[in-house]
Structures are given as structure tokens and as C-alpha cells.
């Protein structure tokens, strides 16, 4: 279409009359256009996948697909090429419709000469290239805008350094006695610097989000555990303010299927608001309950008796760098962006995030999180040829670290076993459940084996030469690998498959959840 | 090779030796008067060349290595390590001002024993220097029981 190069023009038009006549016409203006011409979508989707043309022209009516429906398709495989659309409808509200969808211009056949439609082409192109030349500008912004946050926020983290240690340093007397008021005022910038290391963790977490690099490690989760973590965290803060917190957890909740880190997180997060929005001598509460309609969730909430969100700021609190605009003196509240990074967590792993309040008597903050559904991860592997696999074990591996072991490399060693275990079982027949969470150092796995006692001996002497081989693992810590049958159902058992299955599932969870009370893993 | 000494004083033979690697010199002395006061030694240097120099020199039972060094980085710091038998064994732990994401595995899978943020908490930090001179000594290590 420019000047120097002859550019070649897809038309896709199934009127071989029309198209002889649109070909005419460019080459009448003497453009020096090639044009290839196909008659339906399929010809020339296949066209778009072999080759890139400088422009499409589009009838919008063709054999094999109809108005809107065609472009779609055409902007879809090639969403860099210019689309003009050729029609034999003057249909002003289906030109707006493309227009609005990426299509560079909509031509009535008959109302264009040879000239005008060479202008027309060439400009669409033009204008299609100055859209992407835009989208990459855009991209590229908001990639300096990621790397200069990342690289703020690590060049502030040394000067904080300083100030932590020179600060911790005098606080705890190593430089000599400090008076009563001194060691106040030192705590105050302590304080002060904490608050800011919270900042900088927010920002570049949020960086995170904003690029996608935001992960997050299912693991199976005790949600009443993980609420009792969070409230003894948080217990000090709140009594500091003489605020009651309390817990209201329904014990009989099922695992939960969650990154521990990034949930505590969230709970952290909320916990840490109500309780910078709730009045001396108020209360927050946390909550998790099951709820009917959503049999795959857990709900959890966290609710404060602060003063509530006026109901025009209710839809903006979740956003980016939100401030309550009521926030009196003294109530430092952060960048802002806690509340927009939990919601984030809460999305990453399928769940929602709302809020409700009443202004003047609280609000309350309410999350969902997917439960652990072991039957869903348990039927392709132990239903075979539509049957309940004859018998099951359940293999479970323990790894217990020397005494001496730190938490660190602990936790990187009991990773790569887990990689090895993974290997050392049939992805078809046998099932290493994720891994689960908890607060001691020793790790268990659990294998579903479709195998019988007899045999699994083979998988646990192959799981003990290649697990307990791994160097970090010998140094650091032991391996115990043993069995269980896992019952079958009785032979005439009336139930469905899928209830079988259920069956088995609640029975692994069972021992599981048992472990996890146990405080093991 | 630069070392800064803040202690004078002979050491008495049953402390342990410390080398602290860091580029940033007010860090290395904080952190060098937090390691006094709990009973260490320390041995300071600024950069990832000089740290292998010293270490050889004063056999240290452990390192704490900052990743953002001058001629050489902490990685390379680590690696190095490996090379020589006699201080392959000493454990490493890693105080840096990154991202833990990314660089905590790999400070792990490179030999660092444990890895740690800027401002690392000292009682945690403490912790984990007096753990790894234990099993250091467990292994038959160059401390002294």
C-alpha cells in the first residue's frame, strides 16, 4: 500500500462479478496492488494462516458465515492486519458495530471509484499501524513503570537496613544505657520504620499483581488452624487498643485447597483493618462457615464494629491506592493497596471478594476460598473402565529433619523430594496428593496407589532408593515410607460410582485431617 | 582487600569466627557490633573477590554474604566456595536486600544454608547463626565443640 512496495490485498468476496470489478478498479487507479481473492471464511482463514497480507477487504456476506460474525472470526486470526469491510449493505449501525470491534473502515460496493477505494485502503493501513506502534508504546510503559517500582522499592530496602539495625542496636542497649523516654522515642521509630518496610513489601506485591507474576502454592489447609495463626499475630495490636478479638469457626469445615502464605495474608490483611478502623474497646470478629448454595466453598469473613464505609466509597475500596477519605490524624493507613492485593490472592485461587457495611456500626469484609475436593483429583485415577480400581493403599512419606536442620533449606529439600516422589509413581494408576499444611517441620506425602499390599512394596522400595538417595535429604533429614490398604466397598454395594468414589475420598481425608491434628507434617 | 577489625583484643580461642560480606559499610559495621555482642568474632569484607581471599585466609565457621557485590557477586561468592575443599563446608547465609522470589531458591540450590531479607529480624537471624555452627560442629565442621 505505500508507495515503494506493491502490497498484496486479501479479498475475500464470494461474487466473482464483484470481485472482478473491485480488482479492476485498483488496478485502474494503477496502484500496483496484487490481489488474491477467495470466496469463503475457510479459504481464507487458511490464507491468513500461510501468509500475512498488507490488508483484508471484506464482503461480510459469504457462504459460510454472515454479518458480525465474519469480521469477528477475520480480527481474531489476524489481529494486526487491517480490516476494510466491501458491502452490499448501506447498513450505518452494523459500520458503527465493526468499527467499534477494530475494523479500520466500512465501504458501500458501488459508491467508491477506483481512487477513492485505493485512498481508503491506504490510509486503513496506516492507521492500523499507528494503533499498534500505541499498543506497544503502552506495553512498554507499563513494563518501565514494573521495573522502576521493583527497583525503587530494592534500593530503599538498604537505607531502611541502616536505619533498622542502628535503631535495634540502640534499643537493645548495645551502645550503651538509654534513658526510659529515649527507649520511647526509639520504639516510635521503630515503629515508623516497620510501617515502611510494610509499604515497600505492598508496593512491589503489587508490581507483582499488575505484571502477573503473582504465584501462589496450593496446598491442602486447615482454615480453623490458619485463623488461629492470623488472630495470635494480630492478638497484640488489638490488645494494645483494648480491642476484642474473636473467632467463630465451624470445626467441622473441610480442608481447604490454598496457598498458606497468601491466605494468611489475606487474613492478616483484614484482621490488620478492622482493627486500625475499629474504636478502642470495639471488637473484631472472624468467621469461616460452610454455606448451602456453594457446597465447593468456604466462606470466611472478618468483621470490625469501626465506623463503617460511607456506601459511595463501598465499590472503590478494592481499587489500587484507595484512602479512606474520613481517616482522622494519626491513623497512618498505609499506600492503599493491601485490600486490592488480597482481593488479587483471592482471585488467583478462584475465589471472591466483597464487602458490606454500615456506616456507623462496622463493616464487614467476607472471602471464599475453594475447598480441597480430593474425589474430583481421586476418579480419573482410581475408576478404571468404569469401575472402582479392585484395591487401593494409601503410601504415606514422612520426612523429618535432623534437629539441627534450618527452615530454609528444609523447605527446598522437602520440595525436591516431592519432585522425586512425583516420578516414582504411574501418573495413570497413582495419585501424589498435593502437599499439606502445616505448622511442624515434618512433611508428609500421601500416595493413592491403585495397587494391593503385595505389591506396593515395589513402589515404596523405588520411592526409598530414589527419595532417600537425594544428597540434601541425607544430610539433612529421615525418610519413613509406609502402607495402609484403603478399604473396599462392600461387593454389593448399591451405590453410584461417583459415590464410591466419594466414599474413598472422605476416607483419605479423614486419615489426613487426622495427621494434621496430630501435628505432624 | 580491605578488612576492618572493631575488636582489637585477641579472641578468646572457644568463639566463633564470623565473616561478614557486604558492599555497604555502615551495614557491615551494625551488624559486625550485633555479632560482638552475642559472642562472635567477625572478619568484614566489601566485595565478592575479596571475600574468597579472606576466607581462606581466616577460615571462618561461617559467612553471611550479601548478593549485590562488587567483583563478584554473592552467586559468584557461593560458587567459588565450592572450588576450594577447605571451605566448601562452611555454611552460608544469605542477608540480602532482593526479592526473595527468584533468588531464594536459587541462593539455596547454589549451597547458601539459609536465605534472608533486608531488615532481616536479629533474633531470627541469630537463631539461625547459632543452629548452623551446631550442625557445622555435628558434621565434624570447622567449630570446635
Known amino acids: ?381 482410581i475408576v478404571h473402565q468404569g469401575h472402582l480400581r479392585e484395591a487401593l493403599v494409601l503410601v504415606r512419606v514422612e520426612l523429618t529433619p535432623l534437629c539441627n536442620s534450618l527452615r530454609g533449606s528444609w523447605k527446598e529439600t522437602c520440595a525436591r523430594c516431592l519432585d522425586l516422589l512425583r516420578r516414582c509413581v504411574y501418573v495413570d494408576k497413582d495419585l501424589v496428593l498435593p502437599p499439606m499444611a502445616g505448622s511442624g517441620p515434618v512433611e508428609t506425602f500421601f500416595v493413592v496407589a491403585s495397587t494391593d499390599m503385595e505389591r506396593v512394596g515395589i513402589m515404596m522400595d523405588r520411592i526409598r532408593g530414589q527419595v532417600g538417595a537425594l544428597a540434601p535429604l541425607q544430610s539433612s533429614g529421615t525418610l519413613r515410607v509406609t502402607a495402609e490398604p484403603i478399604p473396599a466397598p462392600p461387593d454389593a454395594d448399591p451405590r453410584t460410582l461417583e459415590q464410591q468414589v466419594w466414599g474413598v475420598a472422605d476416607y483419605v481425608t479423614g486419615i489426613i485431617q487426622q495427621d494434621l491434628c496430630n501435628g505432624h507434617s | 582487600m580491605r578488612t576492618e577489625n572493631y575488636n582489637p583484643a585477641p579472641p578468646p580461642r572457644n568463639r566463633a569466627k564470623i565473616m561478614v560480606v557486604d558492599d555497604d559499610p555502615d551495614l557491615r559495621r551494625a551488624l559486625s557490633l550485633r555479632l560482638r555482642a552475642n559472642d562472635f568474632d567477625t572478619v568484614n569484607v566489601c566485595d565478592g573477590y575479596s571475600a574468597i581471599a579472606m576466607a581462606q585466609k581466616e577460615k571462618p565457621q561461617l559467612i553471611i554474604l550479601d548478593l549485590g557485590l562488587p567483583a563478584g557477586d554473592g552467586f559468584a561468592v557461593l560458587k567459588n566456595l565450592q572450588q576450594y575443599p577447605a571451605l566448601a563446608l562452611i555454611p552460608v547465609i544469605v542477608l540480602t536486600a532482593r526479592d526473595p522470589e527468584g533468588n531464594e531458591k536459587r541462593t539455596l540450590e547454589s549451597g547458601a544454608v539459609a536465605f534472608f531479607q533486608k531488615p532481616a529480624d536479629n533474633e531470627e537471624l541469630l537463631g539461625v547463626i547459632r543452629a548452623c555452627l551446631q550442625t557445622a560442629s555435628g558434621w565434624g565442621g570447622g567449630f570446635p565443640a
Not at chain 1, 462479478?17 to 481464507?44: F, I, T, Y
Not at chain 1, 457462504?63 to 469491510?85: C, L, M, N, W, Y
Not at chain 1, 496506516?126 to 521495573?147: M, P, T, Y
Not at chain 1, 513489601?201 to 501462589?216: F, N, P, Q, W, Y
Open chain 1, 1 to 381: 500500500m505505500t508507495e515503494n512496495e506493491p502490497a498484496h490485498v486479501l479479498l475475500i468476496e464470494d461474487n466473482s462479478g464483484d470481485a472482478d470489478l473491485v480488482r479492476r478498479r485498483l488496478v485502474e487507479s494503477n496502484s500496483g496492488v496484487q490481489v488474491n481473492c477467495v470466496p469463503r471464511l475457510s479459504d481464507a482463514l487458511a490464507c491468513l494462516d500461510v501468509d500475512t497480507p498488507a490488508l483484508v477487504l471484506l464482503d461480510l456476506n459469504l457462504p459460510d458465515s454472515h454479518g458480525a460474525e465474519t469480521f469477528r472470526r477475520i480480527r481474531q486470526k489476524a489481529p494486526d492486519v487491517p480490516v476494510v469491510i466491501l458491502s452490499g449493505q448501506d447498513d450505518p449501525a452494523l459500520a458503527m458495530k465493526a468499527v467499534h470491534q477494530g475494523v479500520q473502515d466500512y465501504l458501500v460496493k458501488g459508491d467508491v471509484t477506483g481512487k477513492q477505494l485505493e485512498r481508503a485502503l491506504c490510509y486503513a493501513v496506516e492507521r492500523q499501524g499507528l494503533l499498534r506502534s500505541l499498543e506497544i508504546a503502552r506495553q512498554q510503559q507499563l513494563e518501565f513503570k514494573n521495573q522502576f517500582l521493583s527497583h525503587v522499592s530494592h534500593e530503599l530496602r538498604t537505607p531502611l537496613t541502616c536505619i533498622h539495625q542502628y535503631v535495634t542496636l540502640l534499643l537493645d542497649g548495645l551502645a550503651g544505657p538509654i534513658s526510659p523516654d529515649q527507649t520511647d522515642h526509639l520504639k516510635t521509630v521503630f515503629k515508623s520504620v516497620n510501617q515502611l518496610h510494610a509499604m515497600i513489601r505492598d508496593l512491589l506485591e503489587a508490581t507483582r499483581v499488575d505484571s502477573g507474576k503473582l504465584r501462589i502454592e496450593r496446598r491442602c489447609v486447615d482454615i480453623g488452624e490458619l485463623i488461629q495463626q492470623a488472630v495470635a499475630m494480630m492478638r497484640p495490636a488489638a490488645a494494645e487498643k483494648r480491642i476484642g478479638l474473636e473467632v467463630g469457626v465451624d470445626r467441622s469445615i473441610p480442608l481447604v485447597h490454598a496457598d498458606p502464605d497468601r491466605a494468611l495474608e489475606v487474613l492478616i490483611n483484614l484482621i490488620d483493618n478492622g482493627i486500625k478502623f475499629t474504636p478502642p474497646e470495639g471488637s473484631v470478629v472472624v468467621k469461616a462457615a460452610m454455606v448451602e448454595t456453594d457446597p465447593a466453598s468456604v466462606y470466611l469473613s472478618v468483621s470490625d464494629s469501626g465506623r463503617g464505609i460511607p456506601q459511595a466509597s463501598l465499590p472503590r475500596v478494592f481499587e489500587r491506592l484507595y484512602q479512606d477519605p474520613g481517616r482522622v490524624d494519626g491513623n497512618r493507613t498505609g499506600l492503599g493497596l493491601g485490600l486490592y492485593i488480597a482481593k488479587e490472592i483471592v482471585t488467583l485461587h478462584g475465589g471472591r471478594m466483597w464487602v458490606a457495611s454500615d456506616e456507623g456500626s462496622g463493616s464487614t469484609f467476607s472471602f471464599t476460598l475453594p475447598l480441597y475436593s480430593l474425589a474430583k483429583l481421586l476418579f480419573p485415577v
